[in-house]
T-cell receptor, first 113, second 109 residues
Framework: ETGVTQTPRHLVMGMTNKKSLKCEQHLGHNAMYWYKQSAKKPLELMFVYNFKEQTENNSVPSRFSPECPNSSHLFLHLHTLQPEDSALYLC????????????FGPGTRLTVL | GQNIDQPTEMTATEGAIVQINCTYQTSGFNGLFWYQQHAGEAPTFLSYNVLDGLEEKGRFSSFLSRSKGYSYLLLKELQMKDSASYLCAVMDSNYQLIWGAGTKLIIKP
């Protein structure tokens, strides 16, 4: 596979469920990102990892928990979500240059009932 | 605060030309990106401008004026497959990307 992949593509969960989103990049990049995309709103940066270390946490509620076991894989663990968390969750990766282009995965469409 | 403004929606005709504007106010500037996002798909990179002027890539061109805090994406010879959202993003002084809400472009036959 090439580029950035995300699974699952669609997820429906209740507020008491626990689920995880997975992202994998095959580009040899060292930085990975989680974004939230809601309708008609700008992309919201949630978390940034550089060389497996978290370098950014944009005041994200603790019901979202990221994990980066290596530079190629990124997870977002979800628990006790709220209906307003329903959105498209996008993963992206980039190289080591500060102005390098971000490459995105296709996203996970999350619906919280 | 930091702000990126772009129109919410635009409509154009197949074969025509359309210009999507983006204005920004950010703390510092390290370049401006345009991405295309088809419904249900990943945003894909279109262009990067860091110096003033016009960058041309086939049917797509991107212009930047740093003094005016302004950019536009110009799409020529529009095709139905160009129907998508176009996202403008500015990299600030901390190398963080600040995103606009996107412009949904509808192409009519």
């Amino acid at each position: 596979e090439t580029g950035v992949t995300q699974t699952p593509r669609h997820l429906v969960m209740g507020m008491t469920n626990k689920k995880s989103l997975k992202c994998e990049q095959h580009l040899g990049h060292n930085a990975m990102y989680w974004y939230k995309q809601s309708a008609k709103k700008p992309l919201e940066l949630m978390f940034v990892y550089n060389f497996k270390e978290q370098t950014e946490n944009n005041s994200v509620p603790s019901r979202f928990s990221p994990e980066c076991p290596n530079s190629s894989h990124l997870f977002l663990h979800l628990h006790t979500l709220q209906p307003e968390d329903s959105a498209l969750y996008l993963c992206a990766s980039t190289g080591t240059g500060e102005t390098d282009t971000q490459y995105f995965g296709p996203g996970t469409r999350l619906t919280v009932l | 605060g930091q702000n990126i403004d772009q129109p919410t929606e635009m409509t154009a005709t197949e074969g025509a030309i359309v210009q999507i504007n983006c204005t920004y106010q950010t703390s510092g500037f390290n370049g401006l990106f345009w991405y295309q996002q088809h419904a249900g798909e990943a945003p894909t990179f279109l262009s990067y401008n860091v110096l003033d002027g016009l960058e041309e890539k086939g049917r797509f061109s991107s212009f930047l004026s740093r003094s005016k805090g302004y950019s536009y994406l110009l799409l020529k010879e529009l095709q139905m497959k160009d129907s998508a959202s176009y996202l403008c993003a500015v990299m600030d002084s901390n190398y963080q990307l600040i995103w606009g809400a996107g412009t949904k472009l509808i192409i009519k036959p």
